[in-house]
């Protein structure tokens, strides 16, 4: 059983261009949460998703920034017009149900923003 | 103020000894607590969950104070793989919303 798939692991990118981050839960898990770490910082929550519902994103920034969670696929966190700023590592993890417990991270994918 | 805070080190450490170190929060509605450790550059892995009434773990135990509102991880023995960041994590009233403190270097020397 695959543990969480995320790709890119490494994407670069000029500002102003778009950035799309993908993650691929574990089989069997319904519920996907993304995460942005900042060099020298914790993680920070952005936005929780189950299958084609947002459930909460009040973590996630309310522009340039999106994320869907599709019937078929993988899950995308999507960044508009990227800045230096968004430079980060952007964790996802997943889980077969809401408890906090059974949530499995994938190994990131490091965005820098040149 | 952060709702988690943590002593961002690093603390040197000769292989051998014990170290500890806390981690204070801020929501006192903050029902369960975590430790994880992230090595450079990798995912967060969880090392242990904290109860009131202390947990043990190997050479780890995680102790968390509610009336003070502290967290400590305690190391004993340590190994050169113990190298790491430990960040020490709360769960929300939302019961999947983690917060995370900003992590305590940790390094092992020989």
């Known amino acids: 059983n695959a543990g969480v798939m995320q790709n890119p692991r490494h994407l670069v990118r000029r500002r102003g261009q778009e950035a799309r981050l993908r993650c691929s839960p574990m089989k069997g898990h319904s519920h996907v949460y993304w995460y942005r770490q900042l060099p020298e910082e914790g993680l920070k929550f952005m936005v929780y998703l189950q299958k084609e519902n947002i459930i909460d994103e009040s973590g996630m920034p309310k522009e340039r920034f999106s994320a869907e969670f599709p019937k078929e696929g993988p899950s995308i966190l999507r960044i508009q017009q990227v800045v230096r700023g968004d430079s980060a590592a952007y964790f996802c993890?997943?889980?077969?149900?809401?408890?906090?417990?059974?949530?499995?991270f994938g190994p990131g994918t490091r965005l820098t923003v040149l | 103020r952060k709702e988690v805070e943590q002593d961002p080190g690093p603390f040197n450490v000769p292989e051998g000894a014990t170290v500890a170190f806390n981690c204070t929060y801020s929501?006192?509605?903050?029902?369960?607590f975590f430790w994880y450790r992230q090595d450079c550059r990798k995912e967060p892995k969880l090392l242990m969950s904290v109860y009131s009434s202390g947990n043990e773990d190997g050479r780890f135990t995680a102790q968390l104070n509610r009336a003070s509102q502290y967290i400590s991880l305690l190391i004993r023995d340590s190994k050169l793989s113990d190298s790491a960041t430990y960040l020490c994590?709360?769960?929300?009233?939302?019961?999947?919303?983690?917060?995370w403190g900003a992590g305590t270097k940790l390094i092992i020397k020989p």
């Open positions: 993890a997943s889980s077969p149900s809401v408890a906090y417990n059974e949530q499995f």
């Open positions: 994590v709360g769960l929300m009233d939302s019961n999947y919303q983690l917060i």
């Open positions: 929501n006192s509605a903050s029902q369960s």
